[in-house]
């Protein structure tokens, strides 16, 4: 080696080992504790630390929640009250059995809606908007190109009805060789 390459060698040598000294420091200064205490937009885990709840602010405020109808004290009263009624109208025992499965059955199907309701509001929100389904089945008469069929020559007979192609009317003799203009 030449002695100029050496010292070339030398200085990026030095310079080199002044840059990791000044990592080596910012790294103590760090691990010290000072890191916590600068402005770099988020803390350092430590255990003295308290946790920040600014993060709080950022939420989205809680939707109103429905009306919590209590669906059996109302079920309850409506039988109760059909029951009055039907003994107040000095019903005979048998239609006063007939009103009470009629009033049950009345408060089951209400009771199945309303689940049925909730269940399906359930499916709604958490299923995903996007939801993947197979592709239809493809047509292979959409990727065939299109083909016309125009036979200029008057076919045989039978050979349109197997075929089922369009032909032209055989031309007058005028029109074989003669060319139109548009007027």
Do not use: Y
């Amino acid at each position: 080696m030449a002695e100029a390459e050496r010292d070339d060698l030398a200085a990026e040598l030095r310079a080199l080992r002044s840059q990791v000294a000044g990592l080596q420091d910012d790294v103590r200064r760090l691990e010290a504790g000072g890191f916590a205490n600068a402005d770099h937009g988020w803390a350092a885990e430590s255990e003295s630390a308290e946790p920040s709840l600014s993060w709080i602010s950022t939420l989205e405020a809680p939707s109103p929640r429905r009306l919590a109808v209590p669906r059996l004290v109302l079920e309850i009263a409506f039988l109760a009250l059909v029951a009055v009624l039907a003994v107040l109208a000095e019903l005979e025992p048998v239609a006063i059995v007939a009103v009470m499965g009629a009033a049950w059955l009345l408060v089951a199907f209400a009771e199945w809606a309303s689940s049925r309701a909730d269940r399906r509001r359930e499916e709604l929100l958490l299923a995903s908007p996007f939801t993947v389904s197979a592709p239809p089945a493809a047509d292979p008469a959409w990727f065939a190109p299109p083909v016309e069929h125009t036979i200029l020559q008057p076919p045989e007979p039978d050979a349109s009805a197997e075929t089922g192609a369009a032909t032209l009317p055989p031309l007058a003799e005028s029109e074989q060789t003669a060319e139109r203009r548009p007027a």
